[in-house]
Nanobody, 126 residues
């Protein structure tokens, strides 16, 4: 059975940093695009970042570009999200995702997602 398990969330002050990890199990994800969505309190899930299977193509939403870095380690079946200079508006549950298609890192809508992790809560205080 396929699982995506996130870790690394927590409470941090504005301007601080966190590193999220997502470990996949049940099969190899080395051939898949992987990414992150987030769901702020009271809002819908939104795309944050995605990375191609080789790691050479990356996409971010404008709100996090320059502050967040997505990376992956295919040998560990793991994707990471380094989050720096965090802001209160980054507060959300962060979900690791694998889309149905690995032809593109444009995976902005939830209907493109095949696998979801359980989520990890990131809270940024002002």
């Amino acid at each position: 059975q396929v699982h995506l398990v996130e870790s690394g969330g927590g409470l941090v002050q504005a301007g601080g940093s966190l590193r999220l990890s997502c470990a996949g199990s049940g099969r190899s994800f080395s051939g898949d695009v992987m990414g992150w969505f987030r769901q702020p309190p009271g809002k819908e899930r939104q795309f944050v970042a995605a990375i191609s299977n080789s790691g050479t193509t990356i996409r971010y939403i404008p709100a996090v570009k320059g502050r967040f870095t997505i990376s992956r380690d295919n040998a560990r079946n793991t994707v990471y999200l380094q989050m720096n200079n965090l802001k209160p508006e980054d507060t959300a549950v962060y979900y690791c995702v694998v889309p149905t298609s690995s032809n593109s890192v444009i995976i902005e809508t939830t209907d493109k997602i095949k696998y979801w992790g359980e989520g990890t809560l990131v809270t940024v205080s002002a």
